[in-house]
């Protein structure tokens, strides 16, 4: 899945990461907190912060031990639990490590990993549905935050 | 990436501990303040509200539901199986502090630039030392420590003890 972009979410303060893939459409909303929107708008832009970021270090410490990120997956989200699997290629062995599904996705655009839901996560809406969806939002209907 | 501000050799370390996270409600950030063991020295340093945030979670030990973006750092060395050994304030320019954290696996010590917010979020839930150097402590600008005298002398902030 690609990240396709970041929405303010204004009745909840905080921004939806939108993930989509664009061969059959699917399209996975994840609700974050501002400070994980920002670690990943900085990277979506391809800004480069003065001083190294968190993902930045993550990512540093990662390349100094000459791990590489394989993939990430989101896993499961529920109300307000977001589960995501960060899979990690060490020394010739696969490590996966727990994470929430904001900082697997600021760590895969900063390592140029692919990004994988699980079916199940996955709601099966188009574009057209997403905006409409958008449209109607209510306050109500948003989420949980993930913080 | 590794950095080029590595402490020299022979820099004297002095160990530092995190007695407190003030909040600034006015500005949104927060105050790390490092105290010397001996309390002789004392270190502030300006961090986001977001960073203020996950040192003070480390200090009051707060597990979260799911993991923090340093919980996940931690999480990635114990898998590795590498240490985190320390970390570093190693320099100051323009108000802005630097550090480093060291990490070590198989016996080789490797050193990682990062800010001191993030090194000290690590430090705190790794359970390591942190250190300044001598030169730091001898540089603080006098314009921060003013800055935070004004501060603790205002009514407008709420000390979180550690």
């Not at chain 1, 893939?21 to 990277?43: Q, R, T, Y």
Request: with cysteine; charged share 25%.
């Amino acid at each position: 899945m690609r990240v396709k972009g970041l929405i303010f979410d204004p009745y909840n303060n905080a921004y939806i990461v939108v993930l989509r893939d664009e061969e059959n459409s699917d399209m996975l909303p994840i609700w974050v907190g501002k400070s994980e929107a920002s670690a990943i708008g900085l990277a979506i832009e391809n800004v480069t912060a003065p001083r190294p970021m968190t993902h930045d270090l993550m990512k540093s410490f990662l390349e100094t031990f000459d791990a590489k990120v394989i993939s990430v997956v989101i896993t499961d989200l529920n109300e307000n639990t977001y589960f995501a699997k960060i899979h990690l290629m060490y020394e010739d062995s696969e490590y996966t490590v727990d994470s929430r599904p904001s900082d697997a996705i600021a760590l895969a655009l900063r390592t140029d990993a692919p990004i994988f839901a699980n079916e199940n996560v996955i709601k099966k809406q188009s574009s057209e549905e997403l905006e409409q969806w958008l449209e109607n939002l209510k306050p109500e209907d948003f989420g949980k935050l993930d913080t | 990436m590794e950095t080029e501000n590595q402490p020299p050799a022979t820099a004297e370390l002095v160990p530092l501990t995190v007695k407190q996270v003030i909040e600034d409600s006015n500005t949104d950030t927060r105050i790390v303040v490092l105290k010397s063991d001996d309390a002789t020295d004392t270190l502030p340093i300006w961090v986001g509200a977001a960073e203020g945030n996950a040192i003070r979670l480390a200090m009051e030990r707060v597990v979260t539901p799911r993991p923090m973006s340093h919980d996940l750092i931690r999480s990635f060395a114990d898998h590795l199986g590498v240490k985190i050994e320390r970390v570093v304030i190693v320099d100051v320019k323009s108000s802005t502090y630097y550090a480093t954290v060291s990490f070590s696996s198989k016996g080789v010590q490797r050193d990682i630039d990062a800010r001191p917010s993030d090194a000290i979020a690590l430090a705190i839930r790794a359970g390591c030392r942190i250190f300044a150097t001598r030169d730091v402590l001898k540089r603080r600008t006098a314009v921060h420590l003013d800055a935070w005298l004004s501060k603790l002398d205002a009514n407008n902030i709420e000390p979180q003890q550690a």
